[in-house]
């Protein structure tokens, strides 16, 4: 199976999203009839940005900026902001924010209801946004034109907590607690996710990144699967991260990563080195997107960018042994 995932992970990358996602689902529902992915999640295509009509786009979408000066990091502004990429409504374009002088009271939230990124005297503030100030804003800026229904977002926001709970879990190693409760969030939210990411698109066009909105899931997916290999359970973790790969567009090399750690875990050396090669692809990538020039952006933003690209470079060296290791022992088999 890892061998037939990893081939079918790199024909993927050459197909464009909207072609991938229509392999993606075909190939679920084939695994799903071999009783591989049981009750885990329902096969559904995550819309593609270039699906939509550009014409759909709202020139006066909101913009909400999450402040990220390290006292409002310290309040707890990173998961303020991975909350409302995960659950705003469409139309709503979910950025990391400067300083807003609002220091003792973060996370501290500014809108700008006229859609425009730049600072302006029309911009509303909100302080302290988290817990139930966070489910209100929520509330406030969902349209019922666009947005999903009321119990929609209340099943999502549910879900979303579970993953919250199940994340806590598996970060204090309980690997049984956070496979259950990863198993409710997503029971619970996928389908709810998906009629977002699909409101989301209609609204944004071709300038939607249909991946950032479901990042959770697919954090969700990889956290799973690695709770599962460390209990011993290598159907399940290889279901979690093929369900990861799917639901990244293959762009998300860690959840590549899990697939690779799958195939060893069952012995598997070619499919290891497939998943591990199409990872480092996609290290590859990142250190190209954050080696690009950053004008206009602050010291805090070109020190993260730096940080990821470092990063990327470290593992795909790393990554690169291991694929030398590999290929001898293929060799040797062979």
Not at 49 to 75: E, F, M, T, W
Not at 97 to 119: K, T
Not at 135 to 162: A, K, N, P, V
Request: charged share 25%; with cysteine.
């Amino acid at each position: 199976f890892c061998s037939v995932g990893s081939m079918y992970i790199g024909s993927m990358m050459k197909l464009s999203s909207s072609s991938a996602y229509c392999a993606a689902a075909a190939a679920l529902l084939l695994y799903s009839v071999a009783g591989l992915l049981v009750n885990a999640f329902v096969v559904t295509t995550i819309p593609s940005a270039s699906s939509s009509s550009s014409s759909h786009i709202v020139l006066n979408a909101k913009v909400i900026r999450v402040c990220q000066s390290p006292g409002c990091r310290d309040d707890g502004a990173q998961s303020t902001l991975d909350s409302l990429t995960a659950l705003a409504a469409p139309g709503c374009q979910v950025r990391k924010g400067g300083c807003v002088s609002g220091c003792g009271s973060g996370p501290v939230v500014e809108i700008l209801p006229d859609g425009e990124d730049v600072m302006t005297i029309s911009s509303i503030k909100r302080k302290k946004v988290k817990g139930d100030a966070l489910i209100s804003l929520l509330d406030e800026l969902s349209d019922e034109e666009t947005d999903i229904s009321s119990s929609m977002r209340q099943r999502l926001i549910m879900g979303y907590e579970h993953a919250l709970e199940a994340k806590a879990a598996y970060e204090a190693k309980d690997y049984q607690a956070a496979i259950q409760l990863y198993e409710d969030a997503i029971q619970i939210a996928r389908n709810p996710a998906m009629a977002l990411e699909e409101a989301r698109a209609s609204v944004g066009g071709d300038n939607y990144d249909s991946v950032k909105g479901v990042n959770w899931l697919v954090d969700s997916f990889r956290n799973s699967c690695r709770a599962r290999l460390a209990m011993k359970d290598i159907d399940g973790a290889r279901r979690d991260a093929f369900a990861a790969t799917v639901f990244s567009q293959n762009t998300d090399a860690d959840a590549l990563m899990c697939l690779a750690e799958v195939c060893q875990a069952s012995k598997d050396t070619m499919g290891e080195l497939q998943a591990t090669k199409a990872a480092i692809a996609q290290y590859q990538r990142l250190e190209d997107e954050y080696s690009k020039p950053m004008p206009g952006k602050d010291a805090v933003a070109r020190a993260e960018a730096a940080k990821i690209k470092s990063n990327a470079s470290t593992v795909k060296r790393e990554l690169g042994f291991r694929i030398v290791k590999l290929e001898r022992e293929l060799k040797a088999s062979s």
